[in-house]
């Protein structure tokens, strides 16, 4: 059950998922029947096929609102996945100020806006020259299957999609505005908190609603909202904690790092990996495992740590938290840092020890990404949220 990608806008990946093929059983179940007088089934059909598409292209605007207004604050988009419960835009994991997040959150609801708004003088038109009651016959217009009834659906569902995105069900752009307002008051970690208990009491309410309508869409996008929501709170108050603890308490002390003058099979001791080289207690450089096993390859005959170590020192201080080592090893590249306290090292801190970090404070151990499924857009959430 991989996503099937439809290609690049921007340089953002447009996917499907494969729960969007769903769609199409049920437009034949919505429309099949529709046939009357000069219209058929089949073109009733075909009209709910070219309606469908239509609004998940509104729908794919609106994700693509907000994964442009992202970049223009520097936050990568990885992509935007369609399914069969609309869009989601999956984006760097970098918590933002309050007022970016709102920005980001509204650009989405901005673009069906637009939408709407240059449809309106199109139905206006038609109304006017057809006629129309006020409001009656412009709310059944939206049931006609004919092509001012595709206009006419496709103003309605811009004007829905606009609604039901700024409940402030968190991670609805609504709830997410939310948690902006309630972050820049109460702080990331309890605004968030507050934010994700708000969204699943209006999932609960959603899943009702749509019991009681007999649709299966609501109670899926509420069950969406719910887990999604604690996905993100969970994330969220990881994040917090990782904040809180300092790498110097998970720098392993790899018996003080290695001298330079050291011979490069010296280096091996204790097996390949990555490795402080230090001077009298100062770090002087890393010996790299994979830099390391190249040139025992190449046979390790007199050569010594100094000829093969990356001498750009990059080191994080014991009082870092283990959340901007964390960062900095996403943006530098470097899996691993050497950690000091007042110019001296104190040990190595690395991308295991961080997964080990990672283990203690989140039990529950999140599937690789390669595995797909709803459990999987919603670890894809945790791990590259997104706003
Ligand atoms: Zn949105």
């Given amino acids: ?221 509420a069950l969406f909202v719910a887990v999604v929501a604690q996905a993100e709170w969970r994330a969220v108050r990881l994040e917090g904690a990782m904040r809180r603890l300092r790498v110097g308490q998970f720098a392993l002390w790899d018996m003080g790092g290695i001298a330079p003058h050291h011979p490069l099979t010296y280096a091996l001791r204790g097996g390949p990996r990555d490795v402080a080289v230090t001077d009298n207690g100062r770090v002087v450089g890393m010996l790299w495992r994979n830099q390391l096993l190249r040139a025992l390859h190449g046979g390790a005959s007199g050569r010594t740590v100094a000829d093969v170590m990356d001498t750009e020192v990059v080191t994080a201080d014991v009082d870092d938290s283990v959340y901007d080592v964390q960062q900095r090893m996403n943006q530098l590249n470097r899996w691993a840092f050497p950690v000091i306290e007042d110019g001296q090292y104190r040990g190595i801190f690395t991308a295991d020890r961080f997964v080990h970090v990672y283990r203690q404070l989140a039990p529950s151990p999140l599937r690789p990404r390669s595995s797909s499924g709803f459990a999987a857009t919603v670890n894809h959430l945790l791990r590259a949220w997104t706003r």
């Fill in 1 to 221: 059950m991989r996503s099937l990608s439809l290609g690049r806008i921007q340089d953002v990946e447009i996917k499907i998922h494969p729960t969007f093929g769903l769609v199409i059983p049920w437009v034949f179940f919505n429309w099949g029947f529709d046939g009357v007088g000069l219209v058929s089934a089949a073109g009733a059909v075909l009209f709910g096929l070219i309606l469908v598409a239509l609004v998940f292209g509104c729908v794919l605007l609106h994700e693509l609102g907000h994964s442009l207004m992202a970049m223009q604050y520097g936050i990568r988009v990885h992509d935007i996945t369609l399914s069969v419960i609309g869009g989601v835009a999956r984006t760097e994991l970098i918590p933002t100020r309050p007022r970016t997040e709102v920005l980001i959150a509204l650009a989405g609801p901005a673009v069906n806006v637009a939408i709407f708004l240059g449809l309106l003088p199109l139905l206006l038109l038609f109304g006017v020259l057809s006629g129309l009651e006020w409001p009656r016959g412009y709310v059944t217009q939206i049931f006609e299957v004919s092509p001012a009834g595709l206009v006419f659906a496709l103003f309605y569902a811009n004007v829905m999609i606009v609604l039901f995105n700024l409940l402030p069900a968190f991670p609805l752009d609504g709830g997410r505005v939310l948690r902006a307002g309630l972050s820049a008051v109460v702080g990331r970690e309890p605004g968030t908190r507050v934010a994700a208990i708000v969204g699943q009491a209006l999932a609960l309410g959603l899943a009702v609603l749509g019991l009681w309508l007999r649709t299966f869409t609501l109670p899926l996008i």
